[in-house]
């Protein structure tokens, strides 16, 4: 049985960016998310919007079960991983053209002010992951009043 495989010239860059970070970070520590990164074959698209309270981040999943995406929060970084798996192909069928991208995915989020980690939730629905991630108190803008 013969599987074909899309070409995607934007691994190639990831490959090389991979390396060269391999190469600038060889002898430091590594960091617990960075296994994820290594083995990522594709980046989930996300819309993030930020109000007065929170951050609420979108990823489109389609293909992904709930059960194959985890979550870190470490640092102010949120980190997402996960892994869209392949379709089977039966015996009897002929396989015309691979569009979709499956294996492993990673992405990862520094906030640029303090958020409260203990209050961040995620729902997922129909193929996707919505993360709410509520700003501090200390880092939400205060009204002054003018005497």
């Not at 430091?28 to 930020?50: C, F, G, N, Q, Y």
């Not at 990823?59 to 392949?86: H, Q």
């Not at 939400?140 to 009043?145: N, S």
Request: aromatic fraction near 8%; hydrophobic fraction near 35%; charge should be negative.
């Amino acid at each position: 049985m013969m599987t074909l495989t899309r070409w995607n010239p934007v691994n190639d860059l990831l490959n090389l960016q991979r390396e060269m970070n391999r190469l600038l970070t060889g002898f430091t520590p590594k960091r617990l998310d960075e296994d994820d990164l290594d083995s990522a074959v594709w980046s989930p698209v996300v819309d993030i919007v930020e109000d007065n309270d929170n951050y609420v981040l979108r990823f489109d999943l389609p293909g992904v079960e709930k059960k194959d995406v985890k979550m870190n929060f470490a640092d102010n970084t949120l980190s997402i991983s996960g892994e869209r798996k392949s379709v089977e192909e039966k015996e009897d069928s002929t396989c015309h053209r691979i569009e979709r991208v499956y294996g492993k995915f990673y992405r990862s989020f520094t906030f640029p002010t303090n958020v409260d980690a203990e209050k961040i939730s995620a729902s997922y629905k129909d193929g996707v992951l919505t993360v709410t991630v509520p700003k501090a108190e200390e880092s939400k803008p205060k009204q002054i009043v003018i005497n």
